[in-house]
């Protein structure tokens, strides 16, 4: 009996550790994208030291993930312990307290490490409510060989008139190659992310300090005006239709001495095995109108935890294991340098293994730093936070009609001054209704 006994003696200890080994299960909602996919094959790293936390891999794609996650967290449904999401969401969700803080990252996180610019876009009221996988601004990718040809230099900081007037001497219709290639899809987080960065340039902003749209405005007429009418001379034919990957294409392909976009694509222009132009590729800042301020954004793909989750200490754990120092020293062992997870951390952009791998990091670095987000981000101060975008929830229907507008500009289906008027008119009812005007 005393044996009967301790057979079952010990049965229950290992019913009852092995429960408490799976005590936790953290829900965990990303995008797929590579680097995600590629976290998640190394979470066995994160597992063997947390045996008790047990993850459940939610993998969407971008669109389908933000409606889900978007709904959950406004219904605090508590589906997910941890989301993905961007920098648009955070200062929205953050404020509206649908976000825990990350206070519990750990001693070794080393939070100060994080790059100012992306720190500053996912913290509110001084508290940090995501920690960023990846960043990314925006500069000029162009073709070196081109760029002697025509007689010129590419300045560091370029100015938009150097930009115009390369874009022309660059061009050469009868061998398909233009000088230029711009964003000119129509959405929020296409031709307008693009944009409205150069806005910031020409001293824009979406709205005044009362809400009060502003493309009425002689500085909105000097963007679209620049764009539309550089794009009709110098760009490729059908920009209305393109965005980042049209252009990653025409790029790649030989076809644009000049690419103004997402700082993450350098890595694609350099590959021999992507791109025909691989070694003929140089960076620049993204350009400027001599007001203090340069074209581009500034977005990070990071990871948070809605309020309604009944893990948050779990999911902090998790998260600081994905975005710490030591999950990029994971990646670089297994996956080479090359593709460990950019923009997020001042001591990467220190590290000579990574600088030799990726000779376009300096420049992502700079582009990174000199966008801000906040309150004092454009040449006028504006009231809301964000680069590329106003952290507002109506922003994403607003960006999508005034896309539509100025997409049409360029496409020649309406003028210039038509298009400025209609977006005017369309932000300024939507901004009325929501009460942001009184």
């Not at 929205?92 to 100012?116: C, E, H, R, S, T």
């Not at 930009?163 to 959405?187: P, S």
């Not at 340069?294 to 779990?314: G, H, M, Y």
């Amino acid at each position: 009996m005393r044996t009967t006994h301790a057979f079952f003696a010990g049965v229950f200890t290992l019913a009852m550790t092995t429960t408490a080994l799976a005590a936790t299960t953290l829900t965990i909602g990303t995008v797929n994208n590579g680097d995600m996919i590629r976290m998640q094959k190394m979470t066995d790293d994160f597992t063997k030291s947390n045996p008790d936390i047990k993850l459940n891999w939610v993998t969407l794609e971008e669109n389908v993930l933000r409606q889900k996650v978007t709904t959950d967290i406004a219904t605090k449904g508590g589906q997910f312990d941890i989301i993905t999401i961007g920098t648009y969401e955070v200062p929205i969700w953050g404020a509206k307290n649908w976000l825990v803080p990350l206070d519990k990252l750990g001693a070794d996180y080393d939070v100060d490490d994080l790059l100012p610019a992306i720190r500053s876009g996912l913290t509110v009221n001084g508290k940090l409510y995501a920690a960023p996988f990846y960043g990314e601004s925006s500069m000029v990718m162009y073709r070196t060989d081109l760029m002697k040809k025509a007689g010129l230099t590419m300045p560091k900081s370029p100015s938009w008139d150097f930009i115009v007037d390369a874009a022309k001497k660059m061009t050469d219709t009868k061998a398909g190659v233009y000088g230029v290639c711009l964003r000119g899809k129509a959405g929020w987080g296409e031709n307008m992310a693009f944009l409205t960065a150069m806005s910031n340039s020409f001293g824009a902003r979406w709205f005044n300090l009362k809400w009060k749209p502003t493309f009425d405005g002689p500085e909105w007429k000097k963007t679209l005006t620049t764009y539309v009418n550089m794009m009709k001379e110098s760009g490729p034919p059908g920009a209305s239709s393109n965005g980042f990957n049209e252009n990653l294409a025409l790029f790649n392909a030989g076809k644009c001495g000049m690419w103004i976009d997402a700082t993450v694509a350098a890595s694609f222009v350099t590959d021999p095995k992507k791109s025909k132009v691989a070694d003929k590729v140089g960076f620049a800042l993204a350009p400027n109108a001599g007001l203090g301020k340069n074209a581009n954004w500034l977005w990070a793909w990071s990871l948070a935890v809605p309020s309604a989750s009944k893990n948050a200490d779990a999911a902090q754990k998790f998260i600081a294991w994905a975005t710490g120092k030591h999950y990029l020293d994971l990646v670089a062992a297994k996956e080479g340098w090359a593709n460990v997870p950019p923009g997020t951390r001042t001591s990467l952009y220190k590290n000579p293994a990574y600088l030799k791998a990726a000779p376009f990091a300096q420049m992502t670095l700079d582009s990174i730093n000199s966008a801000d987000p906040s309150v004092n981000g454009t040449v006028k101060k504006k009231p809301y936070v964000g680069v590329q975008f106003a952290a507002i929830p109506e922003f994403q229907g607003l960006g999508e009609t005034v896309g539509q507008d100025f997409s049409a500009a360029l496409a020649g289906k309406t003028t210039i001054d038509q298009a400025l008027k209609d977006a005017q008119a369309s932000t300024l009812r939507v901004m009325t209704k929501a009460g942001y005007i009184k």
